[in-house]
């Protein structure tokens, strides 16, 4: 079992930065593909950025390749999401999540089975 908190959110104007945070406790984190995703109000949830549990491989939705930046220390039990260059459409509730030990990088929601309570992040016009 895997617990996810998430921290970072906030309200920022366009153009501005965030940073989110995601830290692990339980079994593992070390082992598991993270997963950022997003879901805005009428919106399904998608898939915003993934990492493999060694940091090597990584995956971004296109609507954000070049703005953001998934990392992650194994150390720390921690991923991040660096936000750059935000815009009024990334306004969502971010989720972090986790794969089980040694599944590799996915953008499908469904192949995730650990999840945060989310953190709002708002960009304003």
């Known amino acids: 079992q895997v617990q996810l908190v998430e921290s970072g959110g906030g309200l920022v104007q366009a153009g501005g930065s965030l940073r989110l945070s995601c830290t692990a406790s339980?079994?593992?984190?070390?082992?598991?593909?993270m997963g950022w995703f997003r879901q805005a109000p009428g919106k399904e949830r998608e898939a915003v950025a993934a990492i493999t549990w060694n940091g090597i491989n990584r995956y971004y939705a296109d609507s954000v390749k070049g703005r953001f930046t998934i990392s992650r220390d194994n150390a720390k039990k921690t991923v991040y999401l660096q936000m750059n260059s935000l815009k009024p459409e990334d306004t969502a509730v971010y989720y972090c999540?986790?794969?089980?030990?040694?599944?590799?990088?996915?953008?499908?929601?469904?192949?995730?089975?650990?999840w945060g309570q989310g953190t709002q992040v708002t960009v304003s016009s």
């Open positions: 999540a986790a794969r089980g030990p040694w599944d590799p990088v996915s953008p499908v929601v469904a192949d995730y089975p650990y």
């Open positions: 339980g079994r593992t984190f070390s082992t598991n593909a």
